[in-house]
């Protein structure tokens, strides 16, 4: 560690952080050069919020509705989220169980602070979204990752996770469908996951199924959660939200369900001491969003124009030597493994090839991230923005489809073309690399 490093508590050295966020700077760069980069990192749904939505948040405004509410959310919309449970999960939930965040993010952490005392383990997928790998080291917890296999279509095996259960585990991280992968997993595995909890875990240990893409599933699926299945409720927090669902990335409203109130009123307690509580007007668009009897529709285009451009990029990364690529059943992410492409420009005997300190930083899919991003001008994240350890040797890069599909097909004819350039990697590991990475 620096002196300067000890200006802070050692958490704050070992806390991760979220990539999508880090590679806004670069891309600003590039684009100050002149460049217009193409941009599928981004993990939000290019669409408005519906117009009712909006509308119902703009009206709160004007009625005046600034202050406080009840920090664990108001009752009106705390009664529309436990009714959708009922009709999306078949779940009996009391508005008691149900709490507001300021977005899907805040009760992954939340969650961790709660349950788990040092020492203590927390199961996640990997890849996964970041922030599950964040907070085991900044808590003095212990992180396990599950790792997802690319054969089993980014799902796991109830025998995977068997093996990584031990009697330090308190907290089991879901997440179908999948962010980065768009893995979904079906009803038998689900089952056969849930048998191996009730089997290894005590009753509590608790499974933290976040299920903010509960609604971007495709091919006619309906989305299952594994609160739904037996003796799985009183075991389960159900994490969703608004960001994605009704492309409200903006507004930072999300929530979460417990399988008591007690559990409830802790995390209550969690907002009182970090946020207070969520704007008024957020919470009245939120419930506008759930009730609203145009909302079905509204998504389910959203939802149908994912999967078209899904259909269509999918099929244009295979056509590229060097990558191949699973169809994701949901979510609106394509995960392609570019190990070959990786082989073809040098990535992996670049990356050999680094300094030990700067390896720990990136990986070859990460330098091959930022040589398509600063000489082919397309935003992406790589695997290793996705958990990082154990994730050794796996070369994936994150494509978003939340753009246009003229965009994204313009992506897909630049990342071909930086697949075939190893001649401008070579250039850009022994120029722009030492700065960038
Ligand atoms: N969970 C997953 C799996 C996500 O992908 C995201 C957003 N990318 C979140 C939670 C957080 O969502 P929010 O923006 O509502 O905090």
């Known amino acids: 560690m ?16 979220e990539n999508a966020f880090k590679v806004g700077p670069h891309i600003a ?26 509308d119902e948040v703009k009206r709160q405004l004007d009625l005046g509705n600034t202050h406080y509410t009840d920090p664990k959310g108001i009752l009106p919309l705390r009664k529309a989220i436990a009714k959708q449970m009922e009709e999306m999960r078949g779940l009996h939930v009391s508005p008691e169980q149900v709490v507001l965040f300021p977005g899907g993010k805040p009760s992954i952490g939340f969650t961790q602070e709660a349950y788990c005392n040092p020492g203590d383990e927390v199961i996640y997928p990997s890849p996964g979204f970041p922030i599950y790998e964040s907070f085991p080291a900044y808590l003095g917890a212990k992180p396990v990752p599950l790792h997802l296999s690319e054969k089993e279509n980014f799902t796991f095996t109830a025998q995977q996770l068997d093996k990584l259960i031990t009697d330090k585990t308190r907290v089991i991280i879901l997440n179908f469908p999948s962010n980065p992968t768009g893995g979904v997993a079906t009803k038998q595995q689900l089952e056969s996951i849930a048998d ?39 075991r389960t927090i159900i994490n969703s939200g608004f960001s994605k669902t009704f492309a409200w990335t903006g507004g930072r409203i999300g929530y979460a369900v417990f399988p008591t109130e007690e559990e409830a009123n802790v995390f209550k307690n969690l907002n009182i001491n970090y946020f207070s509580c969520i704007p008024p007007f957020t919470q009245e668009g939120a419930r506008v969003a759930l009730e609203h009897p145009e909302s079905k529709a509204a998504v389910a285009k959203m939802v149908a124009t994912f999967q078209q451009r899904r259909d269509v990029i999918v099929k244009k990364l295979n056509e590229i030597d060097g ?29 050999g090839k680094l300094p030990e300190d700067v390896q720990k930083r990136t990986s070859p899919s990460g330098l091959f991230q930022m040589f398509l991003l600063y000489r082919h001008h397309v935003a992406t994240l790589d695997r290793s923005s996705f958990g990082r350890i154990g994730a050794e040797g796996q070369h994936y890069l994150r494509l978003s489809i939340a753009s246009e599909l003229g965009q994204l097909e313009e992506g897909v004819r630049r990342l071909a073309a930086a697949s075939e350039d190893r001649a401008g990697f070579d250039n850009f590991m022994a120029t722009l690399a030492r700065e960038v990475i």
């Open 29 to 54: 760069r590039v684009e100050s050069e002149g460049n217009k980069v193409v941009r599928l990192n981004l993990g939000e749904p290019d669409f408005d919020i519906p117009p009712f939505v909006r």
């Open 323 to 351: 990558i191949s690529c699973r169809m994701p059943g949901g979510a609106f992410y394509i995960f392609p493994n570019i190990a070959g492409v990786c082989r073809k420009v040098g990535a992996i005997d670049a990356f």
């Open 2 to 17: 620096t002196e300067r490093a000890r200006l802070f508590a050692d958490r704050i050295y070992v806390f991760g952080t």
């Open 196 to 234: 191996v909890i009730k089997k290894r875990c005590r009753p509590d240990v608790r499974v933290y199924s976040d299920e903010i893409y509960e609604y971007i599933v495709f091919d006619g699926n309906k989305h299952i959660s594994i609160a739904s299945l037996p003796g799985m409720q009183e």
